[in-house]
């Protein structure tokens, strides 16, 4: 970096936490917790918290809400992402999404297959754009939530990550829409 280079100052987001399980509650919430404490750690706000059961419409009518809130930017849920019958946090993305991240569901498995070899292949894992806002959609597991956040959203979610992330695209993702949320303009 040149000297005429400045380091940006660091932006906080704000992100909601959406634990889906048809067994856990939010006191048993590992992952969710996990998840709570590495953002907050980072320097990024709890918007909200909930956990849901594996019910498509609940999740799809939970990510429409928050979505819908100017307040939150990201939105990450845990859980749901496996192929059973009632794993359905993709689906309930793939109604919300506007725009599909394969790149973040392709690198998960990547870092996940160097410590679970093939069983990688069982994820589900994916990511989305709605309305300006991010939404990440990982496996239930403690483990898992840690390796895309310690290897993937920690940097992304970071605006002085180099070379690109994506809290400096946050300005943009609304561009050519004719209405939606208020596009951030604390973002340098």
């Known amino acids: 970096m040149n000297k005429a280079e400045t380091i940006p100052k660091f932006v906080s987001i704000n992100i909601a936490i959406l634990s889906v399980s048809d067994s856990r509650t939010i006191k048993e919430d590992r992952s969710g917790d996990l998840l709570v404490n590495r953002l ?3 320097g990024h706000d709890l918007a909200d918290r ?3 059961t594996d019910d498509a419409a609940l999740i799809r009518t939970k990510f429409t809400q928050w979505i819908n809130d100017p307040k939150i930017d990201v939105i990450i849920s845990t859980g ?7 794993d359905v946090t993709p689906e309930a993305l793939e109604a919300v999404a506007e725009k599909n991240i394969p790149g973040f569901g392709e690198l998960f498995r990547w870092i996940s297959y160097k410590k679970i070899g093939p069983s ?3 994820s589900r894992a994916c990511a989305g ?6 939404l990440f959609i990982l496996p239930g597991s403690p483990g898992a939530c840690k390796d895309a956040w310690d290897e993937i959203l920690v940097h992304q979610l970071d605006n002085r990550f180099k070379p690109c992330n994506f809290v400096e695209l946050m300005p943009r993702l609304q561009e050519n829409r004719p209405e ?5 303009t604390d973002i340098e």
């Open 40 to 42: 907050t750690k980072a």
């Open 50 to 52: 909930e956990i849901l």
């Open 80 to 86: 749901g992402t496996g192929v059973t019958g009632r």
């Open 120 to 122: 990688t292949i069982q």
């Open 129 to 134: 754009v709605a309305k300006g806002t991010y």
């Open 180 to 184: 939606g949320h208020e596009n951030r």
